[in-house]
């Protein structure tokens, strides 16, 4: 990878990452008001995210390649300025339903400040880890392989299942005592 081309790596895994943490933090502050305002109950949101997520899990647990949709502008967008950072890539990519849900779900259930605190600083974090990824993606891809990857993303398809599980039943669960 030619100088030039690492240089145009990094930017846009920097772009992407900001993108990231500032739609989390967006999420964090203001999607459950939206919730309120539109009278959808957090138990809905995890029954949907749960969903969301299993089915994100069993396309991982196949390592099928996600496959997002884009509306035309989207593509357009993409093609027209050459920078993916945004749009498709931050955002349905790396910030889309499933981190949507996740990120209100966490939301509504930290209620001290340290638990807000802590959130704040974990969404930190994971912007930071996915600018070393975007950053290093081929060196990493290439130490490890094709197969390297597919088993890294049959594991991670478990635990986001397993999230998406609980998320549903502590959805069902809620709305089933009310």
Same mark, same amino acid.
């Given at each position: 990878v030619s100088l030039v081309e690492s240089e145009d790596i990094r930017?846009?895994?920097r772009r992407a990452s900001l993108v990231v943490f500032f739609s989390f933090l967006l999420t964090f502050l203001f999607g459950l008001g939206l919730l309120e305002i539109l009278h959808i109950s957090i138990s809905s949101v995890k029954i949907f995210g749960g969903i969301v997520l299993l089915q994100m899990a069993f396309e991982m647990l196949?390592?099928?390649?996600?496959?997002?949709?884009?509306t035309e502008e989207e593509k357009t967008a993409a093609v027209e300025k050459f920078d993916v950072s945004f749009i498709p890539l931050a955002i349905p990519v790396l910030f *889309?339903?499933?981190a949507l849900t996740t990120t209100l779900i966490f939301r509504s259930e930290a209620s001290s400040v340290i638990g807000k605190l802590n959130l704040v600083i974990a969404f930190s974090l994971l912007s930071i880890v996915v600018y070393i990824v975007?950053?290093?993606g081929e060196k990493l891809s290439s130490k490890i392989g094709?197969? *390297?990857i597919n088993v890294f993303v049959r594991l991670m398809g478990l635990v986001v299942g397993a999230l998406g599980s609980q998320f549903v039943v502590e959805g069902v669960k809620h709305l089933w005592t009310i």
């Open positions: 930017r846009v895994a196949q390592a099928k390649v996600p496959h997002m949709k884009h *889309g339903p499933g975007l950053s290093s094709i197969t *390297g």
